[in-house]
């Protein structure tokens, strides 16, 4: 009953370096999102997905890409990586739009 | 634009307590509102999802009113516990937006 994994927990980045979050569900659901969420601040939406092969942005997508070749996988990519992505980043999916939202347990990113 | 406030930042109570956590949003042309757990260095965990056409939503000790005339949601602890400690978020989803909009969360601590 694994839900919504996300790999890695932990990572440190340099600045200008490249990295792929991985994220995946066995729930079978069709809305996979991935947020941000720095300290004291709620969680912003970065990208979102309705279904494979179609994704759209969130609140705050620069710097970051996505792709959704399947139903289970929802990659967020990070490009020349900044000071400003240090934050914790959250997987999410649900089965309908706005139904319950299950989250993975988050990968903490430090960029030095 | 949607916005969520979520008062007070941080609660501490004694054990046994009842207690209500508020949430507020500026838009009441809502979906649904849902109310996370957040544990430290965790995921986020979904407590109760409210329709816009509901009044309340219970589970076990928790009880979580909607009212979107005022825009306001409330969550209802009974009879709080250590193990009650914990971040509590509320998230709303907007009519044609395909997000939630999340508060920065009340940090909880209910004390022995």
């Known amino acids: 009953n694994a839900g919504v994994t996300q790999t890695p927990k932990f990572r440190i980045l340099k600045i200008g370096q490249s990295m792929t979050l991985q994220c995946t569900q066995d729930?079978?659901?069709?809305?996979m999102y991935w947020y941000r969420q720095d300290p004291g601040m709620g969680l912003k939406l970065i990208y979102y997905?309705?279904?494979?092969?179609?994704?759209d942005k969130g609140e705050v997508p620069n710097g970051y890409n996505v792709s959704r070749s399947t139903t289970e996988d929802f990659p967020l990519r990070l490009e020349l990586a900044a000071p400003s992505q240090t934050s914790v980043y959250f997987c999410a999916s649900s089965r309908e739009v706005f139904a319950e939202a299950f989250f993975g347990q988050g990968t903490r990113l430090t960029v030095v | 634009k949607q916005e969520v406030t979520q008062i007070p930042a941080a609660l501490s109570v004694p054990e046994g307590e009842n207690l209500v956590l508020n949430c507020s949003f500026t838009d009441s042309a809502i979906y649904n509102l849902q109310w996370f757990r957040q544990d430290p260095g965790k995921g986020l965990t979904s407590l109760l999802l409210i329709q816009s056409s509901q009044r309340e939503q219970t589970s076990g000790r928790l009880n979580a009113s909607l009212d979107k005339s005022s825009g306001r949601s409330t969550l209802y602890i009974a009879a709080s516990q250590p193990g009650d400690s914990a971040t509590y978020l509320c998230?709303?989803?907007?009519?044609?937006?395909?997000?939630?909009?999340f508060g920065q969360g009340t940090r909880l601590t209910i004390n022995p």
């Open positions: 729930m079978n659901h069709n809305y």
């Open positions: 997905s309705v279904g494979a092969g179609i994704t």
């Open positions: 998230a709303v989803g907007g009519q044609g937006a395909q997000k939630l909009v």
